[in-house]
């Protein structure tokens, strides 16, 4: 009698682009454990190259037309196999049931060290993480080793976003400050796109490089709020963030020497939190 296959939990999205990295199988360990065991599997696949590649060519041969038609893209999949706790069918088939959105934002933060890792090496600016919301398509589900490797499984079930969560997202769209920021009539402030920055960092678990970018973030806030028209609404705000100036300072001299303490990773975070909601407040005072 044959053995019942090792089956392996994979959480898998498709993106409406190429996602950047060379298709193919890619080994993941915790970081600074590089002898260890891998911890994921990460295969990344691109569908409709071809399709692309021959619309391109009919592009070239003639003018564009009045109307033209949308022009079909490139497709990536990316798939995160959990490769550290194999499983049997009936422990799989329990996992299932109860895999959702959460173990879909666990294999996000995977493939987005991977695209992190890409952007590095590769020194593209450009190639940016993932979100859920620009997934086409979301799976969880379990199957054989080759199989889930190959796009395949035993079973699976599709995520889908839900009709009440876009439009709540519609609802908090900031179209009035949009029309006013494209209109020239209110600026963007630098410490915005720095805040973003940290932001991300911090998310997709990278401290030391939240705490450096931080202290910029944090630095041009003080400065950019200080002047702004409505300096004097933000004034409590402002005289938090400058509290905030020495432990972040301190968080981002100790990322400079390696991975942050526990005490800098919360003044990173903590801080972070407090120059977000000074540009909420910013933003609701000039609506």
Same mark, same amino acid.
């Given at each position: 009698m044959n053995a019942p296959p090792t089956l392996f939990r994979f959480v898998q999205v498709e993106l409406p682009w190429a996602l950047g990295p060379p298709d193919g199988r890619y080994l993941v360990r915790s970081d600074g454990d590089g002898d260890g065991p891998p911890s994921?599997?990460?295969?990344?696949?691109?569908?409709?190259?071809? +399709?692309? @590649?021959?619309?391109?060519?009919?592009?070239?041969?003639?003018?564009?037309?009045?109307?033209?038609?949308?022009?079909?893209?490139?497709?990536?999949?990316?798939?995160?196999?959990?490769?550290?706790?194999?499983?049997?069918?009936?422990?799989?088939?329990?996992?299932?049931?109860?895999a959702g959105e959460d173990e879909l934002a666990a294999g996000l933060v995977v493939l987005n060290r991977a695209l992190h890792a890409f952007r590095v090496v590769t020194a593209d600016p450009y190639l940016q993480p993932v979100g859920r919301a620009q997934a086409i398509a979301?799976?969880?589900?379990?199957?054989?080793?080759?199989?889930?490797?190959? @796009?395949?499984?035993?079973?699976?079930?599709?995520?889908?976003? @839900?009709?009440?969560?876009?439009?709540?997202?519609?609802?908090?769209?900031? +179209?009035?400050?949009?029309?006013?920021?494209?209109?020239?009539?209110?600026?963007?402030?630098?410490?915005?796109?720095?805040a973003l920055r940290?932001?991300?960092?911090?998310? +997709?678990?990278?401290?030391?490089?939240?705490?450096?970018?931080?202290l910029v973030a944090l630095d041009a806030a003080l400065a950019e709020l200080a002047a702004d028209a409505h300096a004097r609404d933000l004034a409590q705000r402002i005289g938090e963030l400058r509290a905030q100036r020495e432990p972040v300072a301190v968080a981002a001299q100790a990322a400079l020497s390696g991975p942050l303490g526990e005490a800098d990773a919360q003044a990173v975070a903590f801080a972070l939190a407090r120059v977000e909601a000074a540009l909420r407040a910013r933003a609701a005072a000039s609506t």
């Open positions: 994921h599997v990460l295969v990344f696949a691109t569908l409709g190259a071809v +399709q692309r @590649g021959r619309l391109a060519g009919r592009r070239r041969a003639r003018e564009a037309e009045p109307e033209p038609p949308p022009t079909e893209v490139v497709t990536g999949r990316a798939t995160v196999i959990d490769v550290g706790e194999p499983m049997d069918e009936p422990r799989a088939r329990r996992w299932l049931s109860d979301a799976r969880v589900g379990f199957g054989a080793g080759e199989e889930v490797a190959d @796009g395949l499984w035993s079973a699976a079930r599709e995520l889908a976003l @839900g009709a009440s969560r876009r439009r709540r997202s519609r609802n908090l769209a900031p +179209q009035a400050r949009l029309a006013a920021v494209l209109g020239a009539r209110e600026p963007a402030l630098a410490c915005e796109e720095l940290a932001r991300l960092d911090l998310d +997709q678990g990278r401290p030391r490089e939240a705490a450096l970018q931080l």
